[in-house]
């Protein structure tokens, strides 16, 4: 079961989302729910909920809108790069010094820099993220372990960070 609720207790509602995400990692489901999690982790986001976690998974969902079909995923086609970059401009944008949002910033960046915004724009500040996060010292990076229990978006970076190791 999802242990969202003891790691990150920001409350019923998010809860709810942990476990949406839970049931499309774990295949529970028939895997088009990751837009239930998109607009539930939107409405708290919209509602003034700017904490790190509702943005990461946020900035996550609505890059995986992009890079991955909706009928695979039942995500949103359109209008998700203004609230990826919404939500990263939250998370202090290219003058973050938190490791997570560097690495997790710099791969979504990297990998598919349309799904962010404006290509050009956006490999460019894959190549700077990336660049600031290689200087993070190895004990400041986080590891497979720090994406345990954190829905669709832990299930993703925790693989691409073993992948990297």
């Keep these: 079961m999802c242990q969202s609720s003891?790691?990150?207790?920001?409350g019923v509602e998010f809860t709810e989302i942990a476990e949406i995400e839970e049931s499309y990692t774990a295949r529970l489901s028939d895997g088009r729910n990751l837009g239930q999690a998109y607009d539930a982790l939107r409405e708290r986001f919209d509602g003034g909920h700017r904490d790190r976690e509702t943005c990461l998974r946020l900035m996550f969902l609505a890059w995986?809108?992009?890079?991955?079909?909706?009928?695979?995923?039942?995500?949103?086609?359109e209008g998700t790069k203004d609230v990826f970059r919404a939500a990263f401009d939250q998370l202090g944008g290219e003058e973050t010094t938190d490791p997570e949002v560097l690495c997790t910033t710099a791969l979504m960046a990297s990998m598919f820099p349309y799904c962010c915004g404006p290509e050009a724009e956006w490999a460019a500040i894959g190549d700077r993220l990336t660049k600031r996060y290689e200087g993070v010292?190895?004990?400041?990076?986080?590891?497979?372990?720090?994406?345990?229990?954190?829905?669709?978006?832990?299930?993703?970076?925790?693989?691409?960070?073993?992948?990297?190791?």
């Excluded at 003891?6 to 920001?10: E, K, M």
């Design 6 to 10: 003891l790691l990150y207790p920001f």
């Design 137 to 165: 010292p190895a004990a400041s990076k986080p590891n497979e372990s720090v994406f345990i229990g954190r829905g669709a978006y832990g299930k993703y970076f925790a693989h691409m960070v073993r992948r990297r190791q």
């Design 64 to 77: 995986y809108a992009c890079s991955e079909p909706t009928w695979l995923t039942g995500l949103p086609e």
